[in-house]
């Protein structure tokens, strides 16, 4: 009996994450030299770049295309579970040299149908990664390889009435430049190309940018923002993302609640041919090992 994707995603993560959280070698923890399971990230992930791996949700009111969809707004719901930890740090950034690390990213983000006429499980994808990330100051750059598949809980969404299962997967490589305007504001810009793929793209591009200044001295509430825009040989035009919101720091990271949007090709890969748009709310959590990471730490 094969072992249930979501055991996997524990395994893989939960031992790295709680090695994670420990007193290591990580030069932006405040010592130098190269170690494992740093506490912190040389490069700040992108959080808006279709990682899957976070802890949130949201609802959402959602107008799709056939199949899964009526041409009218419908509620849903996003479920997103994963953690990303730091593995190896290579390069603490000193002499000249920028500081280099290797990182694990694991999650699934699901979508839940809540309409009378579709309700339950229609979407869920499955990712792991393996970013490497090189902080040059100002300049940021990563680049990770990558599996993306949405057979998890395909009992489930075979069971979801009215609504037809379509093996979807991908690997391949992402690529990612980004830049420090100043202190909160960032830009960046990437590639992905996968030289394996099911019912999804061979080849595509995304920009944006994120509004996230670090936790002032007094650790109060901060505005974050961000808008992305995606285009793939496999869809009809680009897509847009953004979200506008708060965040409250914790002592374990940052809650994050605020409004979302999308409009264009899906970004689920069940879906990923069809054009949706959505508007909704939606409830995160950042740990400290992303928030504290490069140049956003407090």
Not at 154 to 167: K, L, N, Q, V
Not at 177 to 188: E, P, S, T, W
Not at 215 to 232: C, D, I, K, M, Y
């Amino acid at each position: 009996m094969r072992p249930h994707p979501l055991i996997l995603t524990a395994v893989l993560v939960w031992p790295a994450a709680l090695a994670a959280q420990q007193p290591t070698s990580s030069p932006i923890a405040g010592q130098s030299g190269p170690g494992w399971f740093p506490m912190t990230f040389a490069v700040q992930p992108v959080a808006r770049a279709r990682s899957g791996a976070d802890i949130g949700t949201g609802p959402l009111l959602v107008r799709r295309d056939r199949p899964g969809g009526s041409g009218e707004y419908s509620p849903e719901a996003d479920v997103a579970f994963g953690y990303r930890v730091p593995v190896f740090r290579f390069s603490d950034g000193g002499s000249g040299r920028p500081a280099l690390d290797l990182g694990l990213e694991a999650g699934v983000l699901a979508r839940f149908a809540l309409g009378d006429g579709l309700h339950g499980l229609i979407n869920s994808d499955f990712r792991v990664a393996f970013p490497v990330g090189a902080d040059f100051g100002d300049w940021e750059a990563s680049v990770a390889a990558v599996h993306v598949s949405s057979h998890v809980g395909d009992d489930y969404i075979s069971e979801t009435p009215g609504f037809e299962r379509r093996a979807v997967s991908r690997n391949g490589f992402e690529g990612r430049v980004m830049y420090h305007v100043n202190a909160g504001l960032r830009l960046y810009g990437g590639i992905d190309y996968n030289w394996a793929a099911v019912r999804i793209e061979k080849v595509g591009g995304h920009f944006g940018f994120e509004f996230d200044p670090p936790p002032g001295s007094g650790r109060g509430l901060r505005p974050v923002g961000g808008l992305e825009v995606e285009a793939t040989d496999f869809t009809t035009g680009p897509g847009v993302t953004g979200m506008a919101g708060f965040a409250v720091p914790t002592g374990a990271g940052d809650l994050r609640l605020g409004l979302t949007g999308h409009a264009g090709p899906s970004r689920m890969g069940q879906f990923r041919r069809y054009d949706e748009t959505y508007v909704g709310v939606f409830l995160g959590f950042v740990p400290s090992v992303v928030v504290d990471s490069g140049d956003g730490e407090g």
